[in-house]
C-alpha cells in the first residue's frame, strides 16, 4: 500500500497526451443559449491535485466525488429587452451588509463573443430598524439600468488568448436616517473590476457523468484572476466610517478571485471549475463539474462505429441530404437540426443512408446536423444550405 499513491492524485496530474491540436472556442461551437438550466456538481476537494498550464495535457478528474450539486438558470429576453442584443438574462444579486439586492443581468452572444450587458434592479426597500432602532429609516434602492459592457468568453478563444477588461459600475440608494438627518440621500456603491483571463494550458479531460467516467474530451483551461475593490459614497462624498460600520460593510474592501475553467466545444458550461485561495493556484477552495446531460460515459463514438460518416450533397442546395456510413449501415437514428447559435430548428427520426428532407426550405446558411442512436452514440456534422 505504501507504494502505492492515492488513485485521483495520480490520475488528475496533467499528463502528455498523444498530439491533438488545441480547440477554438466561436460562436458556432458555443452555444449560449436562453432557457437552459446549467447543472453543476459540487466535490470534494480532498486528494484532488491542481490542473496546471501546459501543452497537450491529459487530465483525468473521473474520482472526483459529488457532495452537492448547484443549478444556473438562464431565460429568454422580453421582447422589448433593458439592453440591446441581449440573447439571454440570469438573475442577478449582490450583498449590501445585511440586504440582499436581486434583478437581473443580461448577456448577448455575438460573433466577438459572449458579452455582458449590464444589469437592471427593479425597486426594493429595506427597513432599517433593526440598525437604528426608528422604523421610519429605511434604505430604497429605486429602479436602474446598469451598464457593465464587458466580454466573457472572446471569439475566437485558442491557446494564446488572454482577455482583459476593466469596469467601473455604480449602485445607488436612497438613505433616510432620521436621527443623522439623512433624508432620500443618495448612497451609491461602486465597483471597480479588473479581470484577466488567459489560455493557459489544453488538452482532454475527463469527469464523472450518470453513466460512468466520461469520454477524454478536447479542452481549453482558461486561467481567471479577478479583483474587486468597493467604494461606498453619501451624498457624493465618501460615506463615514460609522454608517458603513453599522451597514456591516467596509470602504475599499477588495475581493480577489483565482479559478480555472476547463471549456468544451459543442456547450458554453464549464465542464469542470477549480477556485484557489491565492494567486498560486496551488491550494484549492472549491471543485465543481459539470452535470450536463451531453457529458455521457465513454462508448464509442457513432463515426467510429460505422466507420466514418459523410453527409452529401454539401453545400445542400434544393433536394434533400444523406447521411452515410462508411461502412453501409443502415442504422436508424434521431436527427435533430440546430443553428450556428445551438438553437433547434427541426428534429425528426432517420435512417443511416437514407435520404432526409429535416433541412428543406432553411434559408441560406450554416447549421449543425446532430446524429445520435439509441445507445447514445453520437455525431455532428457541419452542413452548409446555399
Given at each position: ?178 436621527l443623522v438627518g439623512l433624508n432620500k440621500t ?97 491550494t484549492l477552495q472549491k471543485v465543481v463539474y ?97
Amino acid at each position: 500500500m505504501k507504494a502505492t499513491l492515492p488513485l485521483l492524485t495520480l490520475l488528475a496530474t496533467g499528463l502528455t497526451a498523444a498530439a491533438q491540436t488545441p480547440i477554438t472556442l466561436t460562436q458556432s461551437n458555443f452555444p449560449a443559449l436562453p432557457t437552459t438550466v446549467e447543472v453543476y456538481k459540487t466535490a470534494s476537494t480532498n486528494s484532488v491535485t491542481p490542473p496546471g498550464p501546459g501543452a497537450n495535457l491529459n487530465w483525468d478528474y473521473r474520482g472526483l466525488v459529488a457532495t452537492g450539486q448547484t443549478t444556473q438558470a438562464y431565460n429568454a429576453p422580453s421582447a422589448t429587452p433593458d439592453f440591446a442584443g441581449t440573447t439571454r438574462t440570469y438573475d442577478y444579486s449582490q450583498s449590501l451588509g445585511p440586504f440582499t439586492v436581486r434583478g437581473t443581468s443580461s448577456q448577448a452572444l455575438t460573433a466577438s463573443g459572449l458579452n455582458y450587458l449590464g444589469y437592471t434592479i427593479p425597486t426594493q426597500r429595506f427597513g432599517l430598524a433593526s440598525v437604528t432602532g426608528f422604523t421610519t429609516d429605511s434604505l430604497v434602492v429605486p429602479k436602474q439600468l446598469v451598464p457593465v459592457g464587458v466580454p466573457l468568453v472572446k471569439f475566437p478563444t485558442t491557446v494564446g488568448t488572454i482577455t482583459k477588461y476593466f469596469s467601473r459600475t455604480g449602485t445607488t440608494g436612497l438613505l433616510t436616517v432620521a436621527l443623522v438627518g439623512l433624508n432620500k440621500t443618495p448612497l451609491r456603491l461602486v465597483q471597480r473590476i479588473t479581470n484577466t483571463d488567459s489560455v493557459a494550458a489544453y488538452g482532454t479531460l475527463r469527469v464523472p457523468t450518470a453513466t460512468g467516467p466520461s469520454a477524454a474530451t478536447p479542452v481549453l483551461l482558461v486561467r481567471t484572476r479577478n479583483i474587486e475593490v468597493d467604494s461606498f459614497y453619501l451624498a457624493g462624498q465618501p460615506a463615514p466610517d460609522i454608517l458603513l460600520a453599522a451597514l456591516g460593510v467596509q470602504q475599499g474592501a477588495v475581493s480577489r478571485s483565482y479559478y480555472d475553467s476547463f471549456y468544451r466545444a459543442g456547450s458554453s458550461q464549464v465542464m469542470a471549475g477549480f477556485s484557489y485561495t491565492s494567486a498560486t493556484y496551488q491550494t484549492l477552495q472549491k471543485v465543481v463539474y459539470s452535470g450536463e446531460a451531453t457529458l455521457l460515459g465513454v462508448r464509442a463514438s457513432l463515426a467510429a462505429a460505422v466507420g466514418g460518416l459523410s453527409a452529401y450533397p454539401n453545400p445542400l442546395a434544393q433536394g434533400p441530404l444523406v447521411v452515410a456510413a462508411g461502412n453501409g449501415s443502415h442504422a436508424a437514428v434521431t436527427l435533430l437540426v440546430r443553428d450556428v447559435l445551438g438553437r433547434q430548428l427541426a428534429a425528426g427520426a432517420g435512417t443511416l443512408g437514407q435520404p432526409t428532407t429535416l433541412l428543406a426550405g432553411l434559408p441560406q446558411g450554416n447549421y449543425l446536423l446532430e446524429i445520435s442512436t439509441a445507445d447514445g452514440q453520437r455525431a455532428v456534422q457541419r452542413i452548409a444550405v446555399q
